[in-house]
Structures are given as C-alpha cells and as structure tokens.
C-alpha cells in the first residue's frame, strides 16, 4: 500500500494551496480518506475526512476554507486550502481507513508566511 502526498510548499498568508494524495495497493473506493496535520511541538489533528459516499467533516479551524474530495476514478484525494494563515503550517499527511486497516502517506510540508 503507498499513498503518495504531494502539493506543499511556501505560499502567503491570504494564499490558496491544493495538496494531491494518490493511492496504490487498496480498493480506493472503499476506503475513508483523510488528511491529517502536525505543526512543529503538536499533536498530529484531523483536517478534514471524506467517506466512501462523499460525506465529508472538518476541523472548526478550516471550515469554510479548506475543501476535501476524492475521485475514484484516480485513486486520489484532494484539499484545497484557501485563505490560508500561519497558524495552518504544518507537515500534512493522507490516511486511509477501513477498519481494521488503516494506511498513512508520507507527510508534505506547507509553510504560511505571514
């Protein structure tokens, strides 16, 4: 199983940020999907979750800004950042979950420069 991150990088406060996450080795449509942040000294939290239906959940410090989708069709999940803050950099990560199984990508760094 690897799922692939991709999309960080260096981006102004006010300024939009897509992450990409490819998925290999899973039935991709099946899975829940997540994304997932550490800021430097803090817990890893929950960004935002979609399900195999496409219902989807935020953290109350992105709702309204970040969006999560998925296509299927690409073994690929997405977040869209916008208005980002300072306060939102962080090494993010995508997860897969279908219980009892569940899968973590390797992390990419976004960086809010204020």
């Known amino acids: 199983v690897q799922l692939q991150a991709s999309g960080g990088g260096l981006v102004q406060a006010g300024g939009s940020l897509g992450l990409s996450c490819a998925a290999s080795?899973?039935?991709?449509?099946?899975?829940?999907m997540a994304w997932y942040r550490q800021a430097q000294g803090k817990q890893r939290e929950l960004v935002a979750a979609?399900?195999?239906?496409?219902?989807?959940n935020y953290a109350d410090s992105v709702k309204g800004r970040f969006t999560i989708s998925r296509d299927n069709g690409k073994n690929a999940v997405y977040l869209q950042m916008n208005s980002l803050r300072p306060e939102d950099t962080a090494v993010y990560y995508c997860?897969?979950?279908?219980?009892?199984?569940?899968?973590w990508g390797q992390g990419t760094l976004v960086t809010v420069s204020s």
């Open positions: 997860k897969a979950v279908r219980a009892p199984y569940d899968y």
């Open positions: 979609i399900t195999s239906s496409g219902s989807t």
């Open positions: 080795g899973i039935i991709f449509s099946i899975y829940r």
